[in-house]
């Protein structure tokens, strides 16, 4: 099964979003193994967010994601990196599809309220980053069998 990082932004915990973004990824079948709050600091953010140096946006990105509290989670299913990018909906809020997270709940590229891996060796980059492997369960679910074939 594969595993993704999800980072429930600052944005989305001040605004009280935090239970209704985790049920819309839990309610499409997609398995918890590990969450936990925790403020983000610029050293890891600087890790997370590496591949974004020197764009216009990153000084601002760095600054916004280590602002307050996030919500962070290791999330299972198959096909689990695009699922959780398309429930997400595309980056920029103003061009996500309605019905995906960003176009329902925000306005703005830069508070659109969620992140999601975008790929197999990114996905393990940043779970790395955020969990140890002690904090990632494995644990059988009874429901798994009527979500996954
Ligand atoms: P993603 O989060 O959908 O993977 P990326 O292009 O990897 O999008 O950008 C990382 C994050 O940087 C975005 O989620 C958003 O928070 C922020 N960001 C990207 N582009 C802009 C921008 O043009 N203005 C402000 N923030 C941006
Ligand atoms: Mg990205």
Same mark, same amino acid.
């Given at each position: 099964? =594969?595993?993704?990082?999800?980072?429930?932004?600052? %944005?989305?915990?001040?605004? /009280? +979003?935090?239970?209704?973004?985790?049920?819309?990824? =839990?309610?499409?079948?997609?398995?918890?193994?590990?969450?936990?709050?925790?403020? $983000?600091?610029?050293?890891?953010?600087?890790?997370?967010?590496?591949?974004?140096?020197?764009?216009?946006?990153?000084?601002?990105? $760095?600054?916004?994601?280590?602002?307050?509290?996030?919500?962070?989670?290791?999330? =299972? /299913?198959?096909?689990? $990196?695009?699922?959780?990018?398309?429930?997400?909906?595309?980056?920029?809020?103003?061009?996500?599809?309605?019905?995906?997270?960003?176009?329902? *709940?925000? +306005?703005? $590229?830069?508070?659109?309220?969620?992140?999601?891996?975008?790929?197999?060796?990114?996905?393990?980059?940043? *779970?790395? +980053?955020?969990?140890?492997? %002690?904090?990632?369960?494995?644990?059988?679910? %009874?429901? %798994?069998?009527?979500?996954?074939?």
């Amino acid at each position: 099964m =594969e595993r993704t990082l999800v980072i429930i932004k600052p %944005d989305a915990v001040q605004r /009280g +979003l935090i239970g209704e973004i985790i049920t819309r990824l =839990e309610r499409r079948g997609l398995k918890i193994v590990a969450m936990k709050m925790m403020q $983000i600091s610029k050293k890891l953010a600087a890790k997370h967010y590496g591949v974004h140096v020197g764009k216009p946006f990153y000084e601002g990105l $760095i600054e916004y994601i280590t602002s307050n509290p996030v919500a962070v989670m290791a999330v =299972e /299913g198959r096909q689990a $990196i695009e699922i959780v990018r398309n429930t997400m909906g595309a980056t920029n809020p103003a061009q996500a599809a309605p019905g995906t997270i960003r176009a329902d *709940l925000a +306005l703005e $590229i830069g508070r659109n309220l969620v992140h999601g891996s975008d790929g197999p060796e990114t996905a393990a980059f940043e *779970l790395g +980053l955020f969990f140890g492997e %002690d904090e990632i369960l494995s644990w059988k679910r %009874d429901t %798994d069998r009527w979500i996954s074939e």
